[in-house]
């Protein structure tokens, strides 16, 4: 297999990471290094910013996506140890009034449905729900006495 090409009529692609081309050319160069061939596509609808750079996707054969999942994982480990912080820890506090987005650096009031940024859909998670006897006692005061 040839792993200096990819053609996107041809092959299966799958979307791996979306930024700007500094960033895809990063992410390109490190999958270059362990032979995985991906490519940088450009002109995604409604993902082209009119004031701000150009938005660009990292695209990979789709039987490669094991590799490449487990190679970005590899990579944001390194990253996280060299910045002494533990997977564990949480680097985007989600219960704050305004949260500030650390992949498009927005400040959003919260999260989608989905739990991504609504300005990069960049995955942040859920707040942690705090629940309370006093909110169930309330909710089952108000079951017990409607009538139907």
């Known amino acids: 297999m040839n792993y200096d090409e990819i053609d996107p009529e041809e092959d299966d692609v799958v979307t791996v990471f979306v930024g700007d081309l500094h960033n895809c050319r990063e992410r390109l160069a490190i999958l270059a290094d362990e032979n995985i061939p991906s490519l940088i ?3 995604v609808e409604g993902m082209i910013s009119e004031y701000g750079p150009p938005v660009l996707t990292l695209q990979v054969r789709r039987e490669d996506m094991e590799d ?3 190679i970005f994982e590899e990579v944001w480990q390194e990253t996280l140890d060299l910045e002494g912080l533990d997977v564990d ?3 985007v506090d989600l219960s704050s009034d305004s949260i500030v987005c ?3 650096q927005s400040v959003i009031d919260e999260v989608t449905a989905d739990g991504e940024c609504p300005e990069c859909s960049l995955y942040l998670g859920f707040p942690e729900e705090s629940s309370s006897d006093d909110d169930s006692d309330t909710d ?3 079951f017990d006495d409607e009538e139907y």
């Open 140 to 142: 089952e005061a108000y």
């Open 102 to 104: 650390p992949g498009c």
């Open 68 to 70: 490449v999942v487990e």
């Open 89 to 91: 820890e949480a680097i």
């Open 41 to 43: 596509a450009g002109d």
